[in-house]
């Protein structure tokens, strides 16, 4: 039972280089999720996605975009990577919004 | 908005007793669920435990408890008999809907916590 995973583990980006993050479950979860981790600071949720075709804004959407054509699948896209975007990225997923989030194990991203 | 408050930067247990991690919330919501998760060194992000707030009972899971003190809007995550494995980072968060459905999870800064022979 694989559950969340993600790819890359690391990558290194120069400013202005665009790249996508993967997020993979095999639940069969509706709901999706991403978040990024600053350093010493707790996760802030990006984008979610309650279902296939459905996505919407987070706290801090800005720089990323999102999309969801299968249930199974949630990528991440960075367009213009800034240093602001270094940071640690957590894909997560749950059946039902009132059930616990399962993450992922990250992406950790470095913008230089 | 909804905010979570973990005061304890870090803090310090010997093997085999019992810690206590602070948490408090602010939310206006009537309904909402409180989580405590570990993050070790390794960077995953793990469930702990979870309490609703309609919840009458505190919360359990094998050595983990959730003392919810609603009136209080406190949620410390209680860990009986320390073991080196729990060394490890902390976090309380809390559960806000979302407009489109789906939820947030709306996190505090954490406390790592260090277990000592």
């Known amino acids: 039972n694989a559950g969340v995973t993600q790819t890359p583990k690391f990558r290194i980006l120069k400013i202005g280089q665009s790249m996508t993050l993967q997020c993979t479950q095999d639940?069969?979860?509706?709901?999706m999720y991403w978040y990024r981790q600053d350093p010493g600071m707790g996760l802030k949720l990006i984008y979610y996605?309650?279902?296939?075709?459905?996505?919407d804004k987070g706290e801090v959407p800005n720089g990323y975009n999102v999309s969801r054509s299968t249930t199974e699948d949630f990528p991440l896209r960075l367009e213009l990577a800034a240093p602001s975007q270094t940071s640690v990225y957590f894909c997560?997923?749950?059946?039902?919004?009132?059930?616990?989030?399962?993450f992922g194990p990250g992406t950790r991203l470095l913008v230089l | 908005a909804q905010k979570i408050t973990q005061t304890q930067p870090g803090m310090f247990v010997q093997e085999k007793e019992a810690v206590t991690l602070d948490c408090t919330y602010d939310?206006?919501?009537?309904?909402?669920?409180l989580f405590w998760y570990k993050q070790p060194s390794s960077g995953e992000m793990i469930f702990l435990i979870y309490?609703?707030?309609?919840?009458?009972q505190n919360a359990t899971e094998g050595r983990y408890s959730l003392n919810f003190q609603k009136a209080r809007k406190s949620a410390n995550l209680v860990i009986s008999a320390s073991q080196l494995g729990d060394s490890a980072m902390y976090f309380c968060?809390?559960?806000?809907?979302?407009?489109?459905?789906?939820?947030?999870?709306?996190f505090g800064t954490g406390t790592q916590l260090k277990v000592e022979l």
């Open positions: 997560a997923s749950s059946p039902s919004p009132q059930e616990t989030q399962y």
């Open positions: 639940m069969n979860h509706n709901y």
């Open positions: 996605s309650v279902g296939a075709g459905i996505t």
């Open positions: 939310t206006s919501d009537q309904s909402y669920g």
């Open positions: 309490q609703g707030s309609y919840d009458e």
């Open positions: 968060a809390m559960r806000e809907f979302q407009r489109g459905g789906g939820n947030k999870l709306t």
